[in-house]
């Protein structure tokens, strides 16, 4: 391995989000599931929690978007309320996405996403789960103003996840690693090792 590559290596995992995830709810198109994974690796997000329990998750190809999922650590769940659980073990909020009209629903860019944060995303054909907006500490809506009140759920997830970017950036959260030196090692030793 080149010293070039070693030191992209050692500045992606300082860069690295712990407190900063994504929860996918059966979503059933793999280039979706890609996309979002494309996406969440580009900000940072070191971690995503599945939840399938109405589809499989779906296989994946060997596309370029594909290969992000190499550099995230996935955990499955089959509940709502295991994932949910972990989530809250580890102090996560958990803020759901979802369709809505109503204006007191609060907005993505009311939400203070420079916390402990789990955002959930839901399917393409149904969205979230009533489940997870019950269970969840927030409901939000990416506020539109066209004809078209929907968002292919990859681009949905990619709006959210670069406003918690934009957010910690401003608070210098990607300057300063949550992790521990020795947690900081163990991820450099696992990314050198993929």
Known sequence: MTQKR?????YVVGKRQKYLTLVLENIHDPHNV??????????GIDKIYLIYNTCKFPRIGKTSSASAKKWITVEKFETVKDCFK???KNKFRIYSTHMSNKPKDKSLYDLDLTKRVAIVIGNEHSGVSDEVKSLSDKNFLIPMFGMIQSLNVSV????CVFEALRQRCLNGMYEKSKYSKKELNDKLNDYLNR
């Open 156 to 159: 949905a997830a990619a709006v």
């Open 34 to 43: 890609s996309a979002i994974f494309r996406s969440a690796e580009a900000a």
């Open 6 to 10: 070693f030191n992209k290596f050692r």
């Open 86 to 88: 972990e989530l809250r």
